[in-house]
């Protein structure tokens, strides 16, 4: 029997979530990683190696990872460690340096991607959605311009402006590896993830959408829990696919995916002071299949030390996510 080719497309958390579920199962996967970020960690490695970021990728390298064997999870904590004193370091990984340092001995950060995941010993492959240095850009619905993925992420402005227009500058060509697997795949798997920064971003890409558009894999979107502040104040269920069709193309999505539990009131709660809510379910028969299923995380999430930036109170369960996927697509 052929494992199915699993695709997972987007950044950070939450697709690592997806990453961390689907590995448990006897499949091929290929995380292609979005090249947008310049928050945190990330605005060093650009703005002082000339490098792409690595979190995104990190986080991936993380859930891929062995662990089986207690040198095998040392090496994936140690990945993961977050420096949180002194001035130099504070707030860098351990897994970005490290990867910093294989691009300057091996030279290129495509070669050290390959080399740590022979280090760690991935189930998969990771691969960037671009090797071209763009920044992000949002153009608002009241003609305001911002550039920079982290601005948008964590807006100045009134977070609650629609964004109507995302592109990068200077336009990106996708890396010829990541459409191949897209075109070869059975299943891509799309989110969840923040809509603007960590999605679309990447359908801007050149050659990405026209690959989603053109594969005979199923795709699927699986939706985020809450809404963002400065990315989609506002938006229900079905305005999420609206926006996010504009980039990938109407008539693209097969699936989508979305949770049915009740999320805590002390969650909602945390939400509400953010200026965050949850995603309303208003979707309806489409050309896709809709699937509602249990798919929250019952964990708390715990902040980092060293972590600055904001991260998300409630995610979801990367067994169920991956269990409703393999059993419903």
Same mark, same amino acid.
């Given at each position: ?68 064997? %207690? ?24 897994? /970005? ?27 998969? =492959?990771? !691969? ?13 619905? /009241? ?17 609650? !402006? ?45 050659? !990405?959408?026209? %690959? ?24 229900? %269920? ?5 926006? !996010?069709? =504009? ?74 996510? %991956? ?7």
């Amino acid at each position: 029997m052929v494992n199915k080719k699993i695709v997972c497309l987007g950044g950070g958390t939450g697709t690592s979530v997806v990453l961390s579920g689907l590995k448990k199962y006897p499949v091929d996967l290929t995380a292609i990683v979005s090249m947008a970020d310049d928050g945190g960690s990330n605005r060093v490695i650009r703005d002082e190696f000339g490098l792409l970021p690595t979190s995104d990728i990190r986080q991936c390298f993380v859930a891929l990872a062995e662990n089986e064997s %207690a040198s095998e999870q040392s090496l994936r904590k140690l990945f993961t460690y977050r420096f949180h004193k002194g001035q130099g370091l504070g707030g860098m990984t351990f897994g /970005n340096l490290f990867m910093v340092a294989l691009t300057d001995i091996f030279g290129s950060q495509t070669e050290a991607i390959k080399k740590t995941s022979e280090i760690l010993k991935i189930k998969g =492959k990771i !691969l960037p959605i671009t090797l071209t240095n763009s920044k992000l850009v949002a153009v608002y619905e /009241n003609g305001e311009k911002i550039i920079g993925e982290h601005l948008i992420d964590e807006p100045k402005h009134d977070g609650k !402006l629609k964004i109507k227009n995302l592109y990068l500058d200077p336009p990106s060509e996708a890396y010829p590896e990541a459409v191949e697997a897209i075109l070869n795949s059975d299943i891509v798997v799309i989110g969840p993830g923040d809509l603007y920064t960590s999605l679309i971003s990447g359908l801007t890409v050149r050659g !990405l959408s026209e %690959a989603l558009m053109n594969t005979k894999a199923k795709v699927v979107y699986v939706l985020n829990l809450m809404t963002k502040y400065g990315q989609t104040s506002g938006l229900t %269920a079905k305005n999420h696919i609206e926006v !996010l069709e =504009k980039y990938l193309g109407e008539g693209c999505l097969d699936y989508v995916l979305i949770n049915s539990s009740p999320i805590s009131q002390e969650a909602l709660k945390k939400y509400e002071e953010a200026k965050e809510l949850m995603v309303q379910d208003d979707l309806k028969n489409d050309y896709f299949k809709i699937i509602r299923a249990d798919v929250l995380s019952k964990k708390n999430i715990k902040k980092i030390p060293g972590d600055v930036l904001k991260r998300s109170f409630i995610r979801h369960d990367s067994d169920k996510l %991956a269990k409703v996927i393999m059993e419903n697509i």
